[in-house]
């Protein structure tokens, strides 16, 4: 069975340093990996996506991921945050071939201090 | 207005009272599902359907029901709800991928989340 864990529930950082938000998977087979952010009394959206090919996924925002098969990564970064990237940011995994139905980690909480 | 839509967006209610949440589509999805959201666990899969007449529990399906009236419908019920049951759900539809030979990925497109508040 798939399962993410998001290694920090909670990041404070300052207005223009660059971030990591860690994601690990485990599954026992390939796999598809995405990124979510939740914007404040607001529903999920997608930041990016991996399905295949290149294993750097560039999404919205400026946000981009590095799918790192064998130590069973997808960790998100940018290299410059913006008070307006505060948010909660969940990775999902899901597994080609099977139900599709994808596995949330707990998420974490980016907060973008001034 | 939004591709996936919910109503209510809030409500608060008593101990042993109905609720039901309904979300409607406009994407023309076949698969729908519900979330649930607390705090610190992240989203648990509560129900899903591939289609009108295929519905499934999630993880965390006791004390729930669900109803798929339409392709485009799909409702969440709390027959008798219970203070543990204030949370915050999600609604969500997912596709297929024609450039992958209509196969689906998992990637779901998220309502704006309807708060219930069980007193």
């Known amino acids: 069975a798939q399962s993410v864990t998001q290694l920090d529930s909670q990041v404070p950082v300052f207005e223009e340093a660059p971030v990591e938000l860690r994601c690990n998977y485990s599954s026992s087979v390939s796999v598809y990996l995405f990124w979510y952010v939740q914007y404040p009394n607001q529903g999920l959206q997608l930041l990016l996506k991996y399905l295949s090919g290149s294993t750097l996924v560039k999404g919205i925002n400026g946000f981009e991921a590095e799918f790192n098969k064998s130590q069973t990564s997808f960790h998100l970064r940018k290299p410059s945050v913006h008070i307006s990237d505060t948010a909660e940011y969940f990775c999902?995994?899901?597994?080609?071939?099977?139900?599709?139905?994808?596995?949330f980690g707990r998420g974490t909480s980016l907060i973008v201090h001034p | 207005d939004a591709d996936v839509t919910q109503t209510p967006r809030n409500r608060i209610t008593k101990t042993g009272k109905r609720i039901m949440l309904e979300c409607s589509q406009t994407k023309g999805h076949d698969r729908m599902y519900w979330y649930r959201q607390d705090p610190g666990l992240g989203l648990r899969l509560i129900y899903y359907?591939?289609?009108?007449?295929?519905?499934n529990k999630g993880e965390i399906s006791d004390g729930y029901s669900v109803s798929r009236q339409a392709q485009a419908k799909f409702s969440l019920s709390l027959e008798s709800a219970i203070p543990n049951q204030t949370a915050l759900y999600f609604c969500?539809?997912?596709?297929?991928?024609?450039?992958?030979?209509?196969?689906?990925?998992?990637?779901?497109?998220f309502g704006e989340g309807s708060r219930l508040t069980v007193l």
């Open positions: 359907s591939f289609d009108v007449k295929d519905i």
């Open positions: 969500a539809t997912s596709d297929s991928y024609r450039s992958l030979g209509g196969t689906h990925t998992g990637e779901l497109f």
């Open positions: 999902a995994v899901s597994e080609p071939g099977g139900s599709y139905i994808p596995t």
